[in-house]
């Protein structure tokens, strides 16, 4: 590291615990931003959302979706490939001259080892790689590299897309899997090492990690995607939003993440702060157990969707936090319906009710986690609902009492919100439009199975027919068919998008805010 190059960090390590200094560096981004999610910033084990954007910016995947174009895949450590579909087969070739921040290069065998880690290790997001019939034990016959050619195998099924996207996922990271191992301690394959130090061709490097302190970001020169514009990247953790704010306002950070609509609110009238708003994965759902036979009648969740005051909510107390959004998956990924073909309309919902034969007055018991925004959405669900007859019996709990409960099948109404691991609609049409086996012992993480609800055999089908179509095309328009199905036939109403407020300096030019914490770009920010 240069002299120079040297101060700037020493500045910035004082700017992460220092409560109020000068204006940030020019060659330096510096965020508020409340981090006290991480548990790991391994890529094999990294299942926070802070984590997702430390991995995604000193990382890469074969395939991603990168900062220029948060929607399509592209070619990330794969320079290209070729699918044999019939034959559940995918070569790729793998750039030449890329290296690690270690200077190792790039080989075909890190590919290998990488891939290995997640699945020996076993950790959360082992499952997605798991999804294509991997296991610690078979990997290497799955996955083999000859130099810098890579061949995949998998079993089951599945659209080329879909294959692709898993790899695409967080596990599916390539690292240094030389230095990795180097630094393995009592069988971890490196994973202690690798929670404070990066081992990623990615954009940036970790300088420095301290947990509920700081993290500070170093650009890679030599990345193969351009060199950064900024030399750094400081986040301090601040868990305060009024704080964060202070912080913005007064020039110690650019860019705070975390504030409430009151806080972002407070801003306007300020020229030299802008707020920028991204759509974020998370969908938010009310749900009727099946198990509860009052709650079975289909009328009933066909008038329950004309009972939400969706624009009330959305322009009052979620304003800024959320927007209507009504099918399972979210705006801003390809294959997203967002038609939103429902409002509050009483007189409608009143005469389906009675056509159906629903029994009024009905009480259902709403599970709800008892926090903001949850608890006001509950309020207004309870006042909206009663001049129809039915009355909801809020019920608040923490978010593990309220999860453990769904999770049982032993709740009657239910509300939460839902994100897609990983970026293929599979990943929530699997959760929202498929159950193989609804027994009380063959759980499986759905919404389906957690409310008891057997889909009809048809959108079963229509289910796993998606996940096999070739067609990229008209796979994803079958997910828009099945997500039109849902929003008729489910005994869940989705209601909203979550939405992301990031309040910067006016003069930040160039952050990309995808609709996942995967997506969260630094590499073109620049000051201007």
Sequence with gaps: MSFLRTTLAVSLIALATAPAMAATPD??????????????????????????????NTYDQLVQYNATDTTTLSPGLAESWEIDAANKTAVFKLREGVKFH?????????????????????????????NLGWTADNIEEMVTADGNTVTVRWKGDFAPSFVLNVLASRPATIVDVETAMANAKDGDMGHAWMNQNSAGTGPFKLLRFSPGEAMMLEANPDYWGGAPKMQQVLIRHVAEAATQRLLLESGDVDMAKNLTPDQVAGLSGNAAI?????????????????????????????????????????????????????????????GALNDTPYSYDLEKAKQILAE?????????????????????????????????????????????????????????????YWGPDFMDPHSNAKAFAYNADNSDDKYVSTTTWRNAWMPPAEINAKTMAALAEQDPEKRLQ??????????????????FQAIKQVAMADKVKGYVNGASADYVFYRLVEKN
Excluded: C
């Excluded at 974020?280 to 749900?287: G, I």
């Excluded at 066909?302 to 959305?314: I, N, S, T």
């Design 27 to 56: 060659t330096a981004l510096v965020i508020a931003q409340n981090i006290d999610d991480i548990v790991t910033i391994d890529p094999a084990t990294a299942y926070e959302f802070s984590s997702g954007e430390y991995v995604t």
């Design 102 to 130: 270690s200077g190792n290069p790039l080989r075909g065998a890190d590919v290998v080892g990488s891939w290995k880690r997640v699945l020996v290790l076993n950790k959360a997001p082992s499952f997605i790689l798991a």
């Design 274 to 334: 802008k707020v920028e708003t991204y759509p974020q994965t998370a969908v938010h759902w009310f749900s009727f157990n099946q198990k509860t036979e009052a709650l079975q009648n289909p009328a009933l969740w066909k008038a329950a969707r004309y009972l939400v005051d969706y624009k009330g909510m959305a322009d009052s107390f979620l304003k800024g936090q959320m927007q209507v959004h009504q099918a399972f998956w979210p705006e801003g990924f390809p």
């Design 356 to 416: 159906g034969g629903v029994q009024l007055p009905l009480k259902i018991e709403l599970d709800v986690i008892n926090s903001a925004p949850f608890t006001d959405i509950a309020a207004s669900l309870q006042q909206t609902f009663a001049p129809a007859g039915i009355n909801f019996e809020i019920l608040p709990g923490t978010g593990a009492q309220v999860i453990t409960k769904y999770r049982a099948r032993t709740h009657q109404g239910m509300l939460l």
């Design 478 to 495: 079958m997910y828009v068919e099945l997500q039109k199905a849902m929003q008729d036939e489910a005994p869940f109403v989705i209601m």
